[in-house]
């Protein structure tokens, strides 16, 4: 090359790097002019055309240096091109023009359509511009190629595991997205790399799509020989979890005892009898199995309890952490189940502050420091910790706290734990989302989640979950707050970094301070209030459920775990008596040990099976509030009590029969009927709930004077006074507040 000719390109480079394509462009122009036989400028020229919008000029002026030569110099022409527009393509996303490098990609993908890394970066380009559709990972050709490739050969592995992670983030509902990841299975050469990216998209899809976190666990599953047994365990939990979601349960609990099969350590027992347990449970049914497989875990975590190892690593404890979800639906032993859960939550919190040592103990000296240097406070920061607020019971009842808070006395942050993808939109998520303070849409990392509580230095934080989900424990067994609350989702979760359970006068009786490990704080009337809900158009009707116009229609809405088969024969004793009487009932699996649980109860007490209605789930909430009107009178489960499905029946003013019984759980509509002035249905034995069950089956006008009271009740009740719950709820936080201050004064 002539020096005039280098001087010129020398320059052009200069202003290239500068952003000045323009400047550059005619520097190349007289460098051609002043040596038309060097091809590279030819190259670099239409890069600067093609950086500039002149995308037919950049082509033109390639090709007609192409157009001369024999073959071999034009196909080593190409690759001198090809070499030169990935580099500037690579230069342009790392200064983050992603519009330049995709279009600089495009004429890549032109010259050489069977460049696989190319055209997998021009997917992660078309996430980071938002204009991804999933129709590219075909009209690109990618997984095509993907098929095709020779496994491990040409594909770059972190680029697609890059690419596989992206799609999997913005679009984990599209079909094409599944085909994306089977395709690429033939080319994971690090299975344990690959595993975490299928497991964490499948958690934050699972919540809206259990079916599709399946689908995608069981693709990965076809690399499951290549797992270690940790790893085995990690994908065959999730997926018998995701399949009991979906209500599939014979999978579930197959792939349950699955686990419990390949389970060595006790720890790994213990969880592998949980799953067996959320599955039993869930579909109903198999009553004697649940009983005899309830008394192995009982007598399992009790030796695990006794050897109370402090070894345990995150996973293991943070399987441990949900084991005794079950003992309040199988039986009302508060006390025992109380101790046996404190135990629990007590070996798990010893194993986090081993392996969390440095973050609790800096929470710890922080939360000294603020406090030693605290200045009185115009507002309290309140932090409520959840993976339910939207469309989820919590989420219905925990609203107008949010809405009726006092913003001059309290700044409201929301961590929404382990931020999930939805299939269809949430606007009550969204509405969480508008009216907190903060808004943050948490990771599945305990540490990240736990260090933005304790940066924000949030003064209460209230956990809405308990032991629904690992996560949350966890996260409040670090004390990222300074004082912490359990209230609304579930009973206590016995972590001792936990300082108050809130209840009220009726939801625990006295002896319960006995047995809990947080301090009760109990409200003066009722635990949760809502000024009501919203009721759509009712979709249910006699005819088409071919019962007759005369007919007493009994009604029971609650999902499997609650069917406890002694209750269930209740009120089949109850339909026994009550002759021309019918049963609804909403909320079990669909499978044939659902039905066939009730129909043979029935059967048994001599209820013909005919007389039993299984209804599906309503499209939306308010469907289902409306659908409650077919019934005229609602039998409640025990030992486990329905809580927003009472306060629905109430509020649209139907009679409840209810059992009370000692624990929290078995106690939610006992406080509720108290707090509407009803205490007709109310029973305290089996004998009085049968008999109850048949008052309001054969007397009208105890029906018509219930539902007379439960309209009156909106204008008085506690119950439905959003408004001022939430006053008593502030009251309380400040009264913890000025405790938590004065004993460390």
């Not at 899809?205 to 499951?224: D, M, V």
């Not at 695990?304 to 039986?331: H, K, N, V």
């Not at 007379?708 to 936080?733: D, I, V």
């Amino acid at each position: 090359m002539s020096s005039e000719s280098s001087r010129f390109q020398q320059q052009a480079q200069k202003y290239w790097l500068q952003g000045d394509y323009f400047g550059a462009a005619n520097l190349y122009e007289k460098a051609i002019e002043a040596e038309p036989e060097t091809k590279s400028l030819y190259w670099e020229l239409g890069l600067m055309l093609l950086l500039q919008g002149q995308e037919a000029e950049a082509q033109t002026t390639w090709l007609l240096a192409m157009a001369e030569g024999e073959e071999e110099e034009v196909d080593r022409a190409t690759v001198e091109l090809l070499d030169l527009l990935q580099g500037e393509a690579q230069r342009q996303e790392n200064l983050a023009q992603y519009s330049l490098a995709w279009a600089i990609r495009q004429h890549i993908r032109e010259i050489n359509p069977q460049d696989i890394n190319n055209i997998l970066n021009l997917i992660g380009l078309s996430i980071l511009l938002k204009t991804y559709t999933g129709e590219e990972l075909t009209s690109l050709g990618l997984l095509e190629l993907l098929q095709l490739e020779a496994p491990n050969d040409e594909v770059n592995f972190d680029l697609l595991m890059e690419v596989l992670n992206g799609v999997l983030e913005y679009a984990p509902f599209q079909s094409s997205s599944l085909e994306l990841v089977s395709a690429s299975v033939a080319h994971i050469s690090q299975p344990s790399v690959f595993l975490p990216i299928i497991v964490v998209a499948s958690l934050k899809i699972s919540n809206s799509s259990p079916q599709i976190a399946a689908e995608l666990l069981e693709i990965a599953r076809r690399l499951e020989s290549q797992f270690d047994l940790s790893e085995r365990l990690t994908l065959l939990h999730l997926l018998a979890s995701f399949y009991q979601n979906s209500r599939r349960y014979d999978q579930g609990i197959e792939l349950a005892k699955l686990c419990l099969s390949l389970s060595e350590e006790l720890i790994d027992i213990v969880y592998a009898n949980y799953k067996m347990l959320r599955g039993l449970m869930g579909a109903v049914g198999y009553w004697d199995e649940v009983c005899s497989v309830i008394e192995l875990h009982k007598s399992q975590l009790q030796s695990l309890i006794a050897q109370y190892p402090l070894s345990l690593d995150q996973s293991e404890i943070r399987g441990l952490l949900t084991t005794t979800y079950f003992f309040p639906y199988f039986e009302d032993r508060a006390q025992q189940n109380r101790e046996l859960q404190n135990q629990i939550a007590q070996l798990c919190q010893a194993n986090i502050e081993v392996y969390g040592k440095t973050q609790v103990e800096r929470y710890r000296q922080g939360h000294l420091l603020r406090q030693k240097t605290a200045t009185p406070k115009t507002r309290l920061k309140i932090g409520y910790l959840s993976h339910c607020l939207g469309r989820h019971s919590v989420g219905w009842l925990a609203r107008w706290l949010f809405h009726y808070h006092d913003h001059d006395r309290f700044e409201i942050n929301a961590y929404f734990v382990g931020y999930r993808k939805k299939a269809i939109e949430d606007p009550l998520e969204d509405w969480y989302m508008q009216n907190a303070d903060k808004a943050y849409k948490g990771t599945f990392s305990t540490w990240e989640m736990a260090d933005e509580i304790y940066n924000d230095e949030v003064d209460l934080l209230i956990d809405l979950d308990s032991i629904t989900l690992d996560l949350t424990p966890e996260i409040l067994a670090l004390k990222p707050a300074p004082v912490q609350v359990t209230w609304l989702g579930l009973d206590a979760s016995g972590i001792p970094a936990i300082d108050y359970f809130i209840a009220d006068p009726y939801v625990l009786p006295e002896s319960a301070e006995d047995y809990y490990s947080e301090k009760i704080w109990r409200l003066p009337q009722t635990y949760v209030a809502v000024d009501g809900f919203e009721v759509e158009i009712p979709t249910l009707r006699r005819e088409n459920l071919e019962i007759p116009a005369d007919a007493i229609i009994y009604l029971s809405s609650q999902v499997g775990y609650k069917r406890h088969p002694e209750t269930t024969r209740w009120q089949m004793k109850i339909l026994a008596q009550v002759p021309n009487s019918y049963f609804l009932l909403k909320g079990g699996s669909g499978e044939d040990s659902h039905k066939n649980f009730f129909i043979q109860l029935a059967e048994a007490e001599g209820v013909n099976g005919d007389r039993l209605r299984f209804l599906p789930q309503d499209l939306t909430e308010g469907i289902h509030r409306a659908n409650l009107s077919i019934a005229d009178v609602v039998l409640d489960t025990y030992p486990y009590n329905g809580a927003t499905t009472t306060l629905e029946t109430l509020w649209v003013g139907i009679p409840l029969v209810t059992l009370v019984g000692e624990q929290f759980a078995a106690r939610n509509s006992y406080t509720m009927m108290m707090n509407v002035g009803v205490t007709e249905g109310i029973a305290w034995s089996a004998e009085e709930y049968i008999e109850w069950g048949v008052r309001f089956g054969k007397d009208e006008a105890l029906r018509k004077d219930v539902a007379w009271k439960l309209r009156q009740s909106r204008h008085t009740s506690p119950l439905w006074n959003g408004k001022q719950f939430t006053r008593e709820m502030e009251n309380a936080y400040e009264q913890m507040w000025q405790k938590y201050l004065n004993s460390h004064s």
